[in-house]
Antibody, heavy 115, light 108 residues
Framework: QVHLVQSGAEVKKPGASVKVSCKAS????????ISWVRQAPGQGLEWMGWISVYNGNTNYAQKFQGRVTMTTDTSTSTAYMELTSLRSDDTAVYYC????????WGQGTLVTVSS | EIVLTQSPGTLSLSPGERATLSCRASQSVSSSYLAWYQQKPGQAPRLLIY???SRATGIPDRFSGSGSGTDFTLTINRLEPEDFAAYYC?????????FGQGTKLEIK
């Protein structure tokens, strides 16, 4: 069965960077893209962007352009999302999800940005 | 960017009743690439409907989706206690893949 297992919670100071990993199993990693979705405390869902695992092409939401980088390592079936210049309003649970509509979700990674 | 507006913000109903949730898009959603998710506190969202009207695997048939273009509806017949949760629509027809702000379905 398909699993997406994310790295653990992070606490960062404003201005720092965070890199969240997402290890996939149970399917052919290169057959589906990976999106990243975040959810601030008590708020709704926000799509951050998508990466084609097949060829590495990316498509980022304009809001995150210049601050987010999505990559994959096909040798380990792992996707990564790095967000730089963190602010307090980046505090959220970050999810990796497979495909264009999201059947499979990672368990979420809480990133807390606080001085 | 396609903006999705969900209504109502909160819906108060009793078990056994029917829930009707609306999702309106600011422009036409390509090829009815519209999905619905259910989310319970502390959990990741769960896909209910994709392609506007196709139920995801394992989703009970009391959940149904309809609509096209700019107007979409999620209907939940005969509400069960476990159906009380937050619901989000999402369009994946054009980038960015936006979500609605959500509807909270609460027990009356």
């Amino acid at each position: 069965q398909v699993h997406l297992v994310q790295s653990g919670a992070e606490v960062k100071k404003p201005g720092a960077s965070v890199k969240v990993s997402c290890k996939a199993s149970g399917y052919t990693f290169t057959s589906y893209g990976i999106s990243w979705v975040r959810q601030a405390p008590g708020q709704g869902l926000e799509w951050m962007g998508w990466i084609s695992v097949y060829n590495g092409n990316t498509n980022y939401a304009q809001k995150f352009q210049g601050r987010v980088t999505m990559t994959t390592d096909t040798s380990t079936s792992t996707a990564y999302m790095e967000l730089t210049s963190l602010r307090s309003d980046d505090t959220a649970v970050y999810y990796c999800v497979r495909g264009n509509y999201f059947v499979y979700w990672g368990q979420g990674t809480l990133v807390t940005v606080s001085s | 960017e396609i903006v999705l507006t969900q209504s109502p913000g909160t819906l108060s109903l009793s078990p056994g009743e029917r829930a009707t949730l609306s999702c309106r898009a600011s422009q036409s959603v390509s090829s009815s690439y519209l999905a619905w998710y259910q989310q319970k506190p502390g959990q990741a969202p769960r896909l209910l409907i994709y392609g506007a009207s196709s139920r995801a695997t394992g989703i009970p048939d009391r959940f149904s989706g309809s609509g096209s273009g700019t107007d979409f509806t999620l209907t939940i017949n005969r509400l069960e206690p476990e159906d009380f949760a937050a619901y989000y629509c999402q369009q994946y027809g054009s980038s960015p893949y936006t979500f609605g702000q959500g509807t909270k379905l609460e027990i009356k």
